[in-house]
């Protein structure tokens, strides 16, 4: 069946990184646009980036630009995200899927919190 697994959130100070991970299975990966979205509790989920399924074109919302990067490894069926400079604001739990998005696609996403 189609698994999203996803990692490598964490708890990191204002101007620090993390990278995430999405593995992917289940389903063809390279015939798939691919998006991140993140969670705040008691709010709806937000696209944060999208990659086109060759990795030619990504797109990043305004709010991250310049400090969030979106990519893709077909061979590994993996995608991930590389966030700099992350802001208390950035703070949410990670998912990735499929774009738009599938609703049996979400996995248990990673959670994110920046704050010192």
């Known amino acids: 069946q189609v698994q999203l697994v996803e990692s490598g959130g964490g708890l990191v100070q204002p101007g620090g990184s993390l990278s995430l991970s999405c593995a992917a299975s289940?389903?063809?990966?390279?015939?798939?646009?691919m998006t991140w979205y993140g969670q705040v509790p008691g709010k709806e989920g937000e696209l944060v980036a999208f990659i086109d399924m060759t990795g030619s074109i990504t797109h990043v919302v305004d709010f991250v630009k310049g400090r969030f990067t979106i990519s893709r490894d077909n061979i590994k069926n993996a995608m991930y995200l590389q966030m700099n400079n992350l802001k208390p604001e950035d703070t949410a739990v990670y998912y990735c899927n499929a774009y738009p998005p599938r609703p049996a696609y979400w996995g248990q996403g990673t959670q994110v919190t920046v704050s010192s």
């Open positions: 289940g389903f063809t990966f390279g015939n798939y646009y």
